[in-house]
C-alpha cells in the first residue's frame, strides 16, 4: 500500500507539471553559459554568459496544419544527458573537433519534443517530432529577442531575376552595422547573423537544414528582436532566369513544409564568443550536422582550380583566339600541370546553351579529348553546370561524366532554400558522392553542415566575391567586406569566393571591366585570401597569361594548401581586419588582411610556434602599395626570440607569410 503511494504521488507530480510553470537551467560543460527553459502555456528560452542576460526570453514553436502547436503541448517529462567525443573531419579547417555539450530535452505528451545542448560556445535546440503519418509544417515560430536596441552585422537577401518572389535570391550581399530597431521592416535577411550584446558576440546561425527550408531573419515592428521566416513550398515553377538555367518560382502554397513521418527539424544555433577572433574560428555549425555518410572519402581529393570565367579566357601569346574551345582548355591544362594545380574547371558555355541538356557539347569542345589530355597531365576537370540542366537528370549526367573521368561539377543558380530546394542539395550531394564526384555549389545558399554530411561538397558560394569586381561599382566597399565575412559568412562553411587577382587596385583607382577584371586592394590582400578564406577548392581566378608574368606570388599560391589541420585567429575585429594562421602538417600560413584604413600590426606567433629556430617567408605590401596595389616585397627573415613581427598593411593591404621550423 505504501508502495502504491508513493507510485501514486510520483504520477501526481509528474503531470503537475503540465499546468503549472516551470523553468528548467542548462548549463554548458564549463559553466559560464547557461540556458534557461521556461514550460508553461507555451516554450521559451534564454542565455546567459558568467549570469547576464544576453538573449531574452524567445518563443520556440512549430504549427501544423491540423493546428497542432509543438511547442505548446502539454509536458510530459524532461530528460537531461552529456555527451563527449571527438570527431575527425574527413575534410575541414583542423583534424580534429572536441564535441562537448550537455542536453536537456523537453518530451510533451503529443510524442513531440524540443532538444537544448549548452556548449562552452554556444547553445542550439532543434524540434523532434514521432507522428507516425504524413503532415504539413505551416510556420514555424524562432525568436531571437535582445531586450536593448544592439547593434548587428546583417546582410539582405537580394532580389535575383525577378522581384515576384523575396525568396528567391543569389545570397551575395555586404554587411550593414546597424542597431536591431534600423533592421528593414520589409527585407529580409540571411543568416548568420551577428549581433553585439555590449561586448559579447552572438551569431544567429543554423544547421543540419536537410528537407527544411533555410532561416531568414527580418524585424517588422522596429524591436529588438530578430525573428526567422521561412520559404514557402513552391507550388507552380517554370524555366527562366539566366539563360533559361533557373527555377523561377510562379507560385508558392501557404505552407513552409510537407513531411512524413518522425523525425528531427534544423537546429537553431546560438554561438557566443567573448572575442572576435574567438568567433571566426568557431566550428559549432559543423557540430552540429549529421555525421558523414561517406564512408571512404579517399577519392574526394581538395586543391587548387585554374579558372577561366573570371579572366574572361584571358590568355595571350597563342596562335589561337581564346574562348570556349579546346585549344583554350588545354592551354589552362598546360598551366595547372606547370604550377602544381589539381584541376580546371570548363564554366559556363561548354554545353549547348539554352538547350538545359548537359549532354549536348557545343561543337568547339572535344570534351573526351580534354578530359584524357589533363589526366595525362596529372589534372582534373570539373565541369559547370546549371541548375535546371543538372536537375532535369542528376543521376545520368552524374553516371555518363564520372564514366568520361569528370572529377566534380560546380552547380550554379539555384538562387533558393526553400524545401524544394534544399531536398535538392542533399539529393545531388548523394548522387554525386555515389559516382565519386566533388561539388562545388556556387548561386546557392549558405552552407548548414551538409559538408560534414555529405564531404564531397567542398564549397558553398553565398558570398560576395571577387566575381562582384567585374561589375561592381566604385562605391562597393569590397575591404570592408574581405575583413567582415569571415566572422559571420565563413562561420556556416566554407566559401566559394574565388580570389587570385593579379591586376590590383587603390580605392582610387579601382572601376569595374567585366573582361578586363581587376580586384580592390592589394596584391598581398589576395594572396592573404588563401589562409584567410577556407575552401577546400581554391579558385585561381586569374589567367595563365597574369600567372606567368607574376610566377613569384603565382608559385606560392600554388603551394598553399586548401585543407587543415590546425587554425588559430591570431587576431581581429569585424569589420576592420583578421589575421589567420592555418597549419598543415610542421608548416604555417599566416594571412592578414585590412579594410581601407592603413594598419600596423603587432603579429603574436608566440600562441603558434614552440622552442627552435623558424623561418618566415613573407609577402608584405611594398612601399607605395597605396598607389600602385601590386607593389610588393617578398623576404625571408629569422623569426625573433619573441615570436613577434610588425607588419604594416596599406589600405587595402595585406600580407601573407609561410612559417616553417
Given at each position: 500500500?505504501?508502495?502504491?503511494?508513493?507510485?501514486?504521488?510520483?504520477?501526481?507530480?509528474?503531470?503537475?507539471?503540465?499546468?503549472?510553470?516551470?523553468?528548467?537551467?542548462?548549463?554548458?560543460?564549463?559553466?559560464?553559459?547557461?540556458?534557461?527553459?521556461?514550460i508553461?502555456?507555451?516554450?521559451?528560452?534564454?542565455?546567459?554568459?558568467?549570469?547576464?542576460?544576453?538573449?531574452?526570453?524567445?518563443t520556440?514553436?512549430?504549427?501544423?496544419?491540423?493546428?497542432?502547436?509543438?511547442g505548446?503541448?502539454?509536458?510530459?517529462?524532461?530528460?537531461?544527458?552529456?555527451h563527449?567525443?571527438?570527431?575527425?573531419?574527413?575534410?575541414?579547417?583542423?583534424s580534429?573537433?572536441?564535441?562537448?555539450?550537455?542536453?536537456?530535452?523537453?518530451?510533451?505528451?503529443?510524442?513531440?519534443?524540443?532538444?537544448?545542448?549548452?556548449?562552452?560556445?554556444?547553445?542550439?535546440?532543434?524540434?523532434?517530432?514521432?507522428?507516425?503519418?504524413?503532415?504539413?509544417?505551416?510556420?514555424?515560430?524562432?525568436?531571437?529577442?535582445?531586450?536593448?536596441?544592439?547593434?548587428?552585422?546583417?546582410?539582405?537577401?537580394?532580389?535575383?531575376?525577378?522581384?515576384?518572389?523575396?525568396?528567391?535570391?543569389?545570397?551575395?550581399?555586404?554587411?550593414?552595422n546597424?542597431?536591431?530597431?534600423?533592421?528593414?521592416?520589409?527585407?529580409?535577411?540571411?543568416?548568420?547573423?551577428?549581433?553585439?550584446?555590449?561586448?559579447?558576440?552572438?551569431?544567429?546561425?543554423?544547421?543540419?537544414?536537410?528537407?527544411?527550408?533555410?532561416?531568414?531573419?527580418?524585424?517588422t515592428?522596429?524591436?529588438?528582436?530578430?525573428?526567422g521566416?521561412?520559404?514557402t513550398?513552391?507550388?507552380?515553377?517554370?524555366?527562366?532566369?539566366?539563360?533559361k538555367l533557373?527555377?523561377?518560382v510562379?507560385?508558392?502554397?501557404?505552407?513552409?513544409?510537407?513531411?512524413?513521418?518522425?523525425?528531427?527539424?534544423?537546429?537553431?544555433?546560438?554561438?557566443?564568443?567573448?572575442?572576435?577572433?574567438?568567433?571566426?574560428?568557431?566550428?559549432?555549425?559543423y557540430?552540429?550536422?549529421?555525421?558523414?555518410?561517406?564512408?571512404?572519402?579517399?577519392?574526394?581529393v581538395p586543391?587548387?582550380?585554374?579558372?577561366?570565367?573570371w579572366?574572361?579566357?584571358?590568355?595571350?601569346?597563342?596562335?589561337?583566339?581564346?574562348?570556349?574551345?579546346?585549344?583554350?582548355?588545354?592551354?589552362?591544362?598546360?598551366?595547372?600541370?606547370?604550377y602544381?594545380?589539381?584541376?580546371?574547371?570548363?564554366?559556363?558555355?561548354?554545353?549547348?546553351?539554352?538547350?538545359?541538356?548537359?549532354?549536348?557539347?557545343?561543337?568547339?569542345?572535344?570534351?573526351?579529348?580534354?578530359?584524357?589530355?589533363?589526366?595525362?597531365?596529372?589534372?582534373?576537370?570539373?565541369?559547370?553546370?546549371?541548375?535546371?540542366?543538372f536537375?532535369?537528370?542528376?543521376?545520368?549526367?552524374?553516371?555518363?561524366?564520372?564514366?568520361?573521368?569528370?572529377?566534380?561539377?560546380?552547380?550554379?543558380?539555384?538562387?533558393?532554400?526553400?524545401?524544394?530546394?534544399?531536398?535538392?542539395?542533399?539529393?545531388?550531394?548523394?548522387?554525386?558522392?555515389k559516382?565519386?564526384?566533388?561539388?562545388?555549389?556556387?548561386?546557392?545558399?549558405?552552407?548548414?553542415g551538409?559538408?560534414?554530411?555529405?564531404?564531397?561538397?567542398?564549397?558553398?558560394e553565398?558570398?560576395?566575391?571577387?566575381?562582384?569586381?567585374?561589375?561592381?561599382?566604385?562605391?562597393?566597399?569590397?575591404?570592408?567586406?574581405?575583413?567582415?565575412?569571415?566572422?559571420?559568412?565563413?562561420?556556416?562553411?566554407?566559401?566559394?569566393?574565388?580570389?587570385?587577382?593579379?591586376?590590383?587596385?587603390?580605392?582610387?583607382?579601382?572601376?569595374?571591366?567585366?573582361?578586363?577584371?581587376?580586384?580592390?586592394?592589394t596584391?598581398?590582400?589576395?594572396?592573404?585570401?588563401?589562409?584567410?578564406?577556407?575552401?577546400p577548392?581554391?579558385?585561381?581566378?586569374d589567367?595563365?597569361?597574369?600567372?606567368?608574368?607574376?610566377?613569384?606570388?603565382?608559385?606560392?599560391?600554388a603551394?598553399?594548401?586548401t585543407?587543415?589541420?590546425?587554425?588559430?585567429?591570431?587576431?581581429?575585429?569585424?569589420?576592420?581586419?583578421?589575421?589567420?594562421?592555418r597549419?598543415?602538417?610542421?608548416?604555417?600560413?599566416?594571412?592578414?588582411?585590412?579594410?581601407w584604413?592603413?594598419?600596423t600590426?603587432?603579429v603574436?606567433?608566440?600562441?603558434?610556434?614552440?622552442?627552435?629556430?623558424?623561418?618566415?617567408?613573407?609577402?608584405?605590401d611594398?612601399?607605395?602599395?597605396?598607389?600602385?596595389?601590386?607593389?610588393?616585397?617578398?623576404?625571408?627573415?629569422?623569426?625573433?626570440?619573441?615570436?613577434?613581427?610588425?607588419?604594416?598593411?596599406?589600405p587595402g593591404?595585406?600580407?601573407?607569410?609561410?612559417?616553417?621550423?
Amino acid at each position: 500500500m505504501k508502495r502504491l503511494l508513493t507510485l501514486l504521488t510520483l504520477c501526481v507530480a509528474m503531470f503537475s507539471t503540465s499546468y503549472a510553470q516551470k523553468n528548467y537551467t542548462l548549463t554548458s560543460p564549463n559553466g559560464d553559459l547557461t540556458a534557461t527553459i521556461c514550460i508553461d502555456s507555451k516554450t521559451t528560452y534564454s542565455v546567459a554568459l558568467d549570469g547576464k542576460v544576453i538573449l531574452q526570453p524567445s518563443t520556440i514553436a512549430l504549427t501544423l496544419a491540423d493546428g497542432t502547436i509543438i511547442g505548446n503541448s502539454k509536458l510530459k517529462r524532461v530528460v537531461r544527458g552529456s555527451h563527449s567525443e571527438t570527431i575527425t573531419p574527413q575534410l575541414y579547417f583542423k583534424s580534429t573537433i572536441e564535441d562537448n555539450y550537455n542536453s536537456l530535452t523537453v518530451e510533451y505528451r503529443d510524442r513531440s519534443a524540443i532538444e537544448f545542448r549548452a556548449y562552452n560556445d554556444g547553445v542550439a535546440y532543434r524540434i523532434k517530432t514521432g507522428k507516425a503519418d504524413n503532415y504539413i509544417v505551416k510556420s514555424e515560430t524562432a525568436e531571437f529577442n535582445f531586450g536593448a536596441d544592439h547593434k548587428c552585422w546583417i546582410a539582405y537577401a537580394n532580389l535575383t531575376g525577378t522581384k515576384k518572389d523575396k525568396y528567391f535570391t543569389s545570397f551575395e550581399n555586404t554587411y550593414n552595422n546597424i542597431p536591431l530597431s534600423e533592421v528593414s521592416s520589409d527585407k529580409l535577411a540571411f543568416s548568420p547573423v551577428v549581433v553585439d550584446v555590449d561586448g559579447t558576440l552572438v551569431c544567429i546561425a543554423e544547421s543540419d537544414t536537410e528537407n527544411y527550408p533555410g532561416m531568414f531573419l527580418h524585424n517588422t515592428d522596429k524591436s529588438s528582436s530578430l525573428k526567422g521566416c521561412f520559404a514557402t513550398v513552391p507550388d507552380k515553377v517554370e524555366v527562366g532566369g539566366h539563360n533559361k538555367l533557373q527555377g523561377i518560382v510562379v507560385s508558392r502554397h501557404d505552407y513552409i513544409a510537407s513531411c512524413s513521418g518522425s523525425g528531427t527539424f534544423p537546429w537553431r544555433v546560438i554561438i557566443v564568443a567573448k572575442s572576435d577572433r574567438e568567433l571566426a574560428q568557431s566550428d559549432m555549425v559543423y557540430r552540429l550536422a549529421s555525421p558523414s555518410r561517406v564512408e571512404n572519402s579517399d577519392w574526394i581529393v581538395p586543391g587548387k582550380v585554374a579558372w577561366e570565367w573570371w579572366n574572361y579566357w584571358g590568355i595571350t601569346g597563342v596562335d589561337f583566339e581564346a574562348g570556349v574551345n579546346t585549344a583554350t582548355y588545354k592551354a589552362y591544362i598546360d598551366f595547372a600541370a606547370e604550377y602544381g594545380v589539381e584541376y580546371v574547371i570548363l564554366d559556363e558555355g561548354w554545353a549547348v546553351k539554352y538547350k538545359n541538356n548537359l549532354m549536348e557539347v557545343v561543337p568547339e569542345i572535344d570534351l573526351k579529348h580534354i578530359i584524357d589530355y589533363a589526366k595525362s597531365k596529372g589534372v582534373g576537370i570539373i565541369l559547370w553546370a546549371g541548375y535546371n540542366a543538372f536537375n532535369a537528370d542528376i543521376e545520368g549526367v552524374c553516371q555518363h561524366y564520372a564514366a568520361m573521368g569528370v572529377k566534380g561539377f560546380k552547380i550554379d543558380f539555384m538562387d533558393r532554400d526553400d524545401q524544394q530546394m534544399s531536398a535538392f542539395y542533399y539529393r545531388t550531394a548523394e548522387i554525386c558522392a555515389k559516382h565519386k564526384l566533388m561539388v562545388d555549389f556556387h548561386g546557392c545558399a549558405k552552407p548548414a553542415g551538409l559538408n560534414r554530411t555529405y564531404p564531397n561538397v567542398v564549397n558553398f558560394e553565398a558570398v560576395f566575391g571577387l566575381e562582384q569586381m567585374k561589375w561592381s561599382k566604385e562605391s562597393v566597399d569590397h575591404m570592408a567586406y574581405d575583413v567582415t565575412m569571415p566572422f559571420i559568412r565563413m562561420v556556416a562553411g566554407p566559401i566559394d569566393y574565388t580570389q587570385g587577382a593579379m591586376r590590383n587596385a587603390t580605392k582610387r583607382n579601382y572601376r569595374p571591366i567585366n573582361r578586363e577584371p581587376m580586384s580592390q586592394g592589394t596584391r598581398c590582400h589576395q594572396l592573404a585570401a588563401y589562409a584567410v578564406f577556407y575552401s577546400p577548392l581554391s579558385m585561381l581566378c586569374d589567367s595563365p597569361t597574369a600567372y606567368r608574368k607574376e610566377a613569384e606570388c603565382a608559385e606560392f599560391i600554388a603551394s598553399v594548401p586548401t585543407v587543415w589541420d590546425e587554425t588559430v585567429v591570431i587576431d581581429g575585429k569585424i569589420g576592420e581586419y583578421v589575421v589567420t594562421a592555418r597549419r598543415k602538417d610542421n608548416t604555417w600560413y599566416i594571412g592578414g588582411m585590412t579594410n581601407w584604413n592603413a594598419r600596423t600590426l603587432e603579429v603574436d606567433l608566440s600562441q603558434i610556434v614552440g622552442q627552435g629556430n623558424y623561418t618566415v617567408d613573407i609577402f608584405r605590401d611594398g612601399a607605395n602599395a597605396h598607389r600602385i596595389a601590386s607593389d610588393y616585397k617578398r623576404e625571408t627573415i629569422a623569426l625573433p626570440a619573441s615570436r613577434k613581427l610588425t607588419v604594416h598593411l596599406a589600405p587595402g593591404g595585406g600580407f601573407m607569410m609561410r612559417v616553417v621550423k
